[in-house]
């Protein structure tokens, strides 16, 4: 079968669209950001059939820390098990090797669940080392707030970078930010545009952080179930109001510590309680 590949347009939306209803469900994030990822001075790469129709696509994107992020590696239905996938993540990691031979990326990373084993087969013959991981937690898909959006005390706030960088969250992650199925490294330059984009929030007294490109993930500074529980609620309302996916969040192995109780709030993991969110990255 005769692929092309090159870069993806802005009319290839309804070919991603098509791409994404057979992913999680319906509930991909990918058309919610495919205008900005087509705009924006990454490269969003795509592989095309005989008749143009876009049946896969793979993102390199440019974090302000220096890192090239792949992300979005999607692959139609009805191509898969035909090495699309894996031609789009080898040339996707080679543009993103020209930048860093330019100087203009520090490293590329990329992060994959536990289960995507051809992702991680794949990416770790390419040289990819696994630098972190954590776990993935969030509710039954059906779950309902069981709070009301008055009931909650919402405020945004501003940070500076010493002040994140004090943060004993901060400290146990290691200077990394984990939202939205991204870790980027803490710099003076990602805490402004979090600031900018009202990142900080404060829900009842508690503080954290949170991201929506089309879903929710949030975190809590403090390892505390409620404050956890008041997270998700208030989030889960926007995600319904939005008509989005429910809103997760993560937690470090060493976290579990809190497991019973996030259990009796409903919580669950997407792999039994086990690290199953693995970032990865080569330089």
Same mark, same amino acid.
């Given at each position: 079968?005769?692929?092309?590949?090159?870069?993806?347009?802005?009319?290839d939306y309804g070919d991603i669209l098509d791409i994404a209803k057979d992913i999680w469900g319906g509930s991909d994030y990918l058309p919610h950001v495919f205008h900005q990822w087509v705009e924006d001075k990454g490269y969003f790469l795509g592989a095309y059939n005989r008749q143009g129709k876009l049946v896969g696509c793979s993102k390199l994107t440019f974090l302000l820390d220096k890192t090239g992020w792949l992300e979005g590696l999607r692959v139609?239905?009805?191509?898969?098990?035909?090495?699309?996938?894996?031609?789009?993540?080898?040339?996707?990691?080679?543009?993103?090797?020209?930048? $860093?031979? =330019?100087?203009?990326? &520090?490293? @590329? +990373?990329?992060?994959?669940?536990?289960?995507?084993?051809? %992702? !991680?087969?794949?990416?770790?013959?390419?040289?990819?080392?696994?630098?972190?991981?954590?776990?993935?937690?969030?509710?039954?898909?059906?779950?309902?707030?069981?709070?009301?959006?008055?009931?909650?005390?919402?405020?945004?706030?501003?940070?500076?970078?010493?002040?994140?960088?004090?943060?004993?969250?901060?400290?146990?992650?290691?200077?990394?930010?984990?939202?939205?199925?991204? $870790?980027? =490294?803490?710099?003076? &330059?990602? @805490? +402004?545009?979090?600031?900018?984009?009202?990142?900080?929030? %404060? !829900?009842?007294?508690?503080?954290?952080?949170?991201?929506?490109?089309?879903?929710?993930?949030?975190?809590?500074?403090?390892?505390?179930?409620?404050?956890?529980?008041?997270?998700?609620?208030?989030?889960?309302?926007?995600?319904?109001?939005?008509?989005?996916?429910?809103?997760?969040?993560?937690?470090?192995?060493?976290?579990?510590?809190?497991?019973?109780?996030?259990?009796?709030?409903?919580?669950?993991?997407?792999?039994?309680?086990?690290?199953?969110?693995?970032?990865?990255?080569?330089?």
């Amino acid at each position: 079968m005769e692929i092309i590949y090159k870069k993806v347009k802005a009319e290839d939306y309804g070919d991603i669209l098509d791409i994404a209803k057979d992913i999680w469900g319906g509930s991909d994030y990918l058309p919610h950001v495919f205008h900005q990822w087509v705009e924006d001075k990454g490269y969003f790469l795509g592989a095309y059939n005989r008749q143009g129709k876009l049946v896969g696509c793979s993102k390199l994107t440019f974090l302000l820390d220096k890192t090239g992020w792949l992300e979005g590696l999607r692959v139609h239905v009805d191509y898969r098990n035909l090495g699309i996938g894996k031609e789009l993540a080898k040339r996707t990691l080679d543009i993103a090797k020209n930048f $860093l031979q =330019k100087g203009e990326i &520090e490293r @590329i +990373a990329f992060a994959t669940h536990v289960t995507n084993r051809e %992702s !991680i087969h794949i990416n770790s013959r390419f040289g990819y080392q696994k630098i972190w991981q954590n776990i993935i937690v969030s509710k039954d898909d059906n779950y309902l707030p069981k709070m009301k959006k008055e009931e909650f005390k919402v405020e945004h706030f501003q940070m500076t970078y010493q002040e994140f960088m004090e943060l004993e969250y901060t400290k146990k992650h290691k200077g990394l930010i984990s939202l939205a199925f991204r $870790l980027e =490294k803490a710099t003076e &330059e990602v @805490i +402004a545009k979090m600031n900018k984009k009202g990142q900080f929030i %404060s !829900i009842n007294g508690y503080k954290g952080m949170f991201e929506n490109k089309g879903e929710i993930s949030f975190e809590s500074f403090e390892l505390n179930p409620e404050a956890i529980h008041l997270f998700y609620e208030y989030f889960s309302i926007i995600a319904k109001e939005q008509d989005l996916q429910l809103p997760c969040t993560t937690l470090l192995e060493e976290e579990l510590i809190i497991k019973d109780q996030l259990v009796q709030y409903d919580f669950e993991t997407w792999y039994d309680w086990q690290p199953d969110y693995f970032y990865y990255e080569l330089t």
